[in-house]
């Protein structure tokens, strides 16, 4: 075998290890932008949001897959928000502040959802406050000292 044969074995290796990865995240994030899209169909936003932010994390020049991330990241907070109302109507206050903090986490741009979280925590801090108060304290119903001990 010459050198130039051998060279230009070296060198079709060096492109094929070079072109290998770009080609394998390109598939990779083909699959995580196919998911996606399922997720989409059948209304799984949360699904959809996960699925988008990894295609968009391998392949962050490509415009459709941060696309996709926004609209799926919106769609999921107007559903994680209406799950909180429904749990506000019915004073489920902890699982209600867990539905709005994924709303805000997903849109922060949500200020209605922002100052709904506001006001449950508040009220939520407030009951866990009052639930916390003893009924009855030692230290107020304990006798003095002077009462106790007879001088």
Known sequence: MTSGGIQ???????????LLPALLAGCAASSAYKK???AMESGDWDQAVLAFTHATAIAPDVQKYKQLLW???LKASEVHFEKAKRYLAVDQLEPAIG???QTTYLDPANQHAQVELE???LEWHAGATRSRRPRWSWRRSAPSRSAACPS
């Open 8 to 18: 230009s074995r070296r060198a079709c290796r060096l492109v094929a290890a070079l």
């Open 71 to 73: 609209k799926s990241r």
């Open 36 to 38: 996606g899209r399922n």
């Open 99 to 101: 539905e709005l903090q």
């Open 119 to 121: 006001k449950a925590m």
